[in-house]
């Protein structure tokens, strides 16, 4: 390989396309950092490719060499649809639009394990104990709009390979009689109970109307960070069935977590992202995630050793689309 | 005989709670002499062994690997289910093997799976799976075994999980019914307060459909259910007159189709599931019709998803074995594997602590480990966009000299290759992890060409050569070290032979050879031209042709007799060695055949092969490489 041809896929613009905004960055040559960072409201646009061309407009960037984005969706083939999103877009015909050499879309969870082995200590939140087992599998989980599942396994020879699939859709689990009501409350609504259903920002809501229905209370129409709110406040805005929405999404991302680790023997730890643990800051450290991550009978002593960490980098998943370009240039 | 046999037979067993299995591998996927023990008969795992070796003809077992029903990590072996528990490293010098080889018995299964005839499985309901894609499986027996395959560089990494030991998720009221019966009748676990875990291995397992079965016959109404074993379960259940046994077996059918979903989305399996284990297999066509399959593809938004994804139940009863020989020959092959990461993985581990700029150093060697290898400071520098002083600082943080220390290691970590020099390692961690990294490469190599030893070829060869008039050695390049080795060799044994380096010499050389006499040709590639042409002229004189060379290679197809050394290495980077020992190994192997025959068959010496007979027990005593008693590679712990 010529020096020149390693210089090939440079600039970058690398993307995160969540359901709501996309976050674009661009990064001049190799190992440089990662600049012009901008979100754009994804309901400004009617595709992806124009808003693409408002970021590159509005930063005054040229047309790029390579792309690289995670989205919020399955990535399949080359026909990609955003859920609950008008967006749809074939990957080769965007390539052609944007002018681009080179176009890798990943799920937004595939590249945010792509960044997990290069986050640095002061990117990650460490909640409770436990140490890492070097090269050892490593699991990824997020909620937000939905709930993000992926992993890496090594390949042994110092590389990494990312295991992505639908995570997020594994039957929720109930560890006490309390859940297992809610769980039935949900069941009247939803054919699955998906993980997802309680372990996302919907997930939050449909915690707090199962916990109204079992005590008898009239919910209100309430957006996920109102429940955060309310769980969260003191005096006559504090609202006991938002505190328990809250404490049960802590209790069952625990569960759940400890199921992934348990499923991938992730001893390289638990990595939490998506956008709502990182917000909750301290607190979260105070809700019973941990607890009932380890909660798992005789197994108790093997969760005990997987180090749990919160992401709290700034965009992740921007540096996870880099190294996922970087891996198969 | 089989050409492929190995040269002593390999030892594979599977120990389970009750039964060990064992049988013995002769030659890649034959195995022979299957037989199972009771665990509860032997007072350890050695016992076990040794009274299954006793039954074997006399011979010895070098490699020995063991599929164990628990997870393996570490040395310590300690089984779950049953009171034997070992030390590995201990166990194989007990037992006198070179490499002794414990993995967890579903990684073992699912190495197997890959390589399953269409005959060795049976598929339930539809889905069709993606070339190259992870695959799954569970296996539900004393307990609930789960894995999975990912692929990686045309082979597959297994993953050591635990799988079976989530949490219980209930989809119906059968199934919370069943979830409650479980919280109410388990004993705690983790003291008063504490959650009681009910994973699926509780209700998928032997012991789990007893649980269930006492669940839904207190649902059912029966006072007290009377405690019927799993067996027996199955039985009334096939047999169709008992309605909670028949409610029991379809709970349980309808649970394992929610585990083997949950798995197949967390692990995005559209390479498919594979059902194993000691229960599903024995349910027949009952399983096909049961409400599995349905309730894997019941995930609400996501049934589409599942709906492609193809269940399988394994029929072949010597899955474990096939996969725990896999993963032995794998490790065999790549005993320098893990070494290989070595400097790599150092570079992961030092990047925290890395300047910001060092760190653009790390990246892109770790991006471009090989172009690394071939660039000089300055292109180094410019790439990564640092200053010169910056690449050697970074190479002085990774505890090397400078740069061409740095490049040392990268590259024997990279090829598996060992380098000319290595003496500027000053620390003594880094020499022992050289040493190490360089011996252990060496070693596995050595015993790749062991299980690979063609005997007829070597004997064939031998006959040849023990005839000859004169036998010169022709070899170009790095070679010619060993081509000068084999004339010493041959001349020590009284052949005349002289040694040819020069292309236009050696087209000399060959054009004089005898019809009695022999070429011997040395050449890694077997694709030099002037050394094929040798051969061709040796031929034309009515001489033989012996070649060391690799297998399938133009030289080998020209060569009457080749004894195949298979070894790639990078020699754009340094000079081969790894391969020139095991080229020199091959030569010793013959010249002592050679020098044996001689001293078996000529009697009295004539007088001109004195020195030859003389030299023969020395020749044999400084070529242990072969047979060699001593250990050369000790694997004590796999369990991916």
């Known amino acids: ?329 | 005989m089989n050409p492929s046999a190995f040269d002593s037979p390999r030892l594979l067993a599977d120990i389970g709670g009750t039964y060990a299995r064992f049988t013995i591998e002769t030659a890649p996927g034959e195995l022979e002499r299957a037989a199972t023990l009771r665990c509860a008969d032997h007072a350890d795992f050695h016992a076990a062994v040794s009274s299954y070796l006793a039954t074997l003809p006399p011979g010895r077992v070098a490699h020995a690997a063991v599929a164990i029903a628990n997870p393996v990590e570490g040395d310590e072996v300690r089984m779950t289910n049953y009171h034997w528990q070992f030390s590995i490293e201990a166990m194989r010098e007990r037992l006198g093997f070179d490499t002794l080889v414990v993995v967890n018995d579903f990684t073992a299964l699912a190495m197997a799976l890959p390589h399953l005839a269409s005959s060795d499985k049976r598929q339930v309901g539809g889905g069709q799976p993606r070339e190259r894609s992870v695959i799954g499986i569970l296996g539900s027996g004393s307990g609930l075994g789960v894995s999975g395959l990912i692929p990686a560089d045309g082979g597959w990494i297994a993953l050591g999980t635990e799988g079976g030991h989530t949490s219980f998720s209930p989809r119906d009221e059968r199934e919370l019914a069943i979830l409650h019966h479980a919280w109410r009748t388990l004993p705690p676990r983790d003291g008063p307060g504490a959650n009681k875990h009910v994973s699926f291995e509780r209700l998928l397992s032997g012991p789990g459909l007893e649980l269930i079965y006492q669940a839904l016959a207190e649902r059912a109404g029966a006072r007290a259910a009377e405690g019927l074993s799993a067996p027996e379960i199955a039985r009334r259940a096939l047999g169709g007159n008992d309605a909670v046994c028949v409610d029991t077996l379809d709970a349980f059918c309808a649970i394992l189709g929610t585990a083997a979903a949950n798995l197949a989305v967390t692990l995005g399996a559209l390479g498919g599931i594979y059902i194993g284990g000691g229960i599903v297999p024995r349910l027949g066509k009952h399983f096909d019709r049961s409400c599995f399959r349905s309730r894997f593809e019941d995930k609400g938004r996501f049934s589409a998803y599942l709906a492609q994804i193809p269940t399988w139940v394994i029929t072949a009863e010597n899955a474990t074995f096939h996969g725990v020989a896999a993963i032995l020959a794998a490790q065999l092959r790549n005993l320098s594997g893990a070494a290989a990461s070595a400097i790599l993985g150092q570079i992961h581990r030092a990047r925290a602590n890395l300047s910001p700029a060092e760190r653009r150093v790390a990246d892109h060697v770790l991006a471009h480990p090989r172009s690394v290898l071939n660039d000089p400071v300055a292109e180094i520098a410019r790439v990564a966009q640092v200053s010169q002083p910056t690449v050697i600082r970074f190479c002085r943080s990774l505890g090397c000299e400078g740069l061409s220390d740095f490049k040392l290691r990268l590259a024997s970590g990279l090829t598996g290759t060992v380098p000319v020099t290595h003496t500027q390692v000053t620390r003594d961690d880094s020499v022992l992890e050289l040493g190490t990294k360089v011996l252990g490469n060496t070693a596995s190599s050595i015993l790749q060409v062991r299980d690979h030893l063609n005997r007829d070829s070597i004997d064939r060869a031998i006959a040849l050569l023990a005839q000859a008039g004169r036998v010169d050695c022709f070899a170009v390049g790095y070679y010619s070290a060993v081509a000068q080795d084999a004339q010493y060799k041959f001349l020590r044994l009284g052949l005349p032979s002289a040694v040819y380096t020069d292309p236009r010499a050696q087209a000399m050389a060959a054009r004089v050879l005898g019809a009695n006499d022999i070429a011997f040709v040395i050449s890694p590639s077997g694709r030099k031209e002037e050394l094929l042409a040798v051969a061709d002229a040796a031929h034309e004189r009515g001489a033989r042709v012996v070649a060391v060379t690799a297998s399938q290679s133009p030289l080998a197809r020209k060569a009457d007799v080749t004894l195949i050394i298979d070894h790639a290495e990078d020699v754009d980077l340094h000079l081969p060695m790894v391969s020139r020992i095991l080229h020199l190994l091959m030569i010793d192997i013959v010249s002592v055949g050679i020098a044996m025959q001689r001293q078996e068959s000529l009697a009295p010496p004539p007088p001109s092969a004195m020195d030859e007979l003389s030299a023969a027990p020395r020749a044999r005593t400084v070529a242990p490489g072969v047979s060699a008693a001593a250990p050369l590679a000790k694997i004590t712990s796999h369990s991916h």
């Open chain 1, 1 to 329: 390989m010529s020096p020149a041809d390693r210089h090939s896929g440079f600039p970058r613009l690398l993307g995160d396309v969540g359901g709501t905004n996309a976050r674009w960055a661009w990064q001049h040559a190799p190992g440089d950092a990662l600049s012009n960072v901008r979100t754009l409201a994804g309901s400004d646009y009617a595709t992806i490719a124009d808003c693409v061309a408002a970021y590159l407009k509005a930063e005054g960037l040229p047309a790029p060499r390579d792309v690289g984005f995670g989205i919020a969706t399955a990535v399949t083939g080359d026909r990609v649809q955003m859920t609950n999103h008008p967006w749809s877009f074939s990957i080769s015909a965007l390539r052609t639009a944007l002018g681009a050499a080179r176009l890798r879309v990943l799920n937004d969870f595939e590249a945010l394990a792509h960044a997990v082995p290069a986050l640095d200590a002061d990117q990650l939140s460490p909640v409770g104990a436990g140490a890492a087992v070097r090269d050892a599998a490593v699991a990824v989980i997020g909620p937000g709009t939905g709930l993000g599942v992926s992993g890496l396994v090594s390949d042994g020879h110092a590389g990494w390979r990312v295991i992505v699939g639908e995570g997020g859709h594994v039957t929720l689990p109930a560890a006490t009689t309390r859940e297992a009501s809610m769980l039935a409350v949900m069941r009247e609504r939803f054919s699955h109970v998906s993980a997802e259903r309680a372990l996302s920002g919907p997930g939050l809501v449909n915690l707090y109307e199962a916990a109204c229905a079992l005590d008898g209370e009239t919910a209100a129409s309430l957006e996920p960070a109102d429940v955060m709110a309310r769980a969260f406040a003191s005096g006559a805005a504090h609202d006991a069935q938002c505190e328990e929405a809250v404490t049960t999404f802590a209790s069952l991302l625990g569960n759940v977590a400890g199921n992934l680790a348990l499923t991938l023997g992730a001893r390289g730890g638990v990595y939490i992202g998506g956008g709502i643990v990182p917000r909750l800051g301290a607190r979260f450290a105070q809700l019973p995630f941990r607890k009932r991550f380890v909660d798992k009978g005789r197994f108790r002593a093997y969760l005990e050793t997987i180090p749990t960490w919160v992401i709290t980098a700034e965009s992740p998943a921007l540096l996870g689309a880099a190294r996922a370009l970087d891996a198969t240039a």
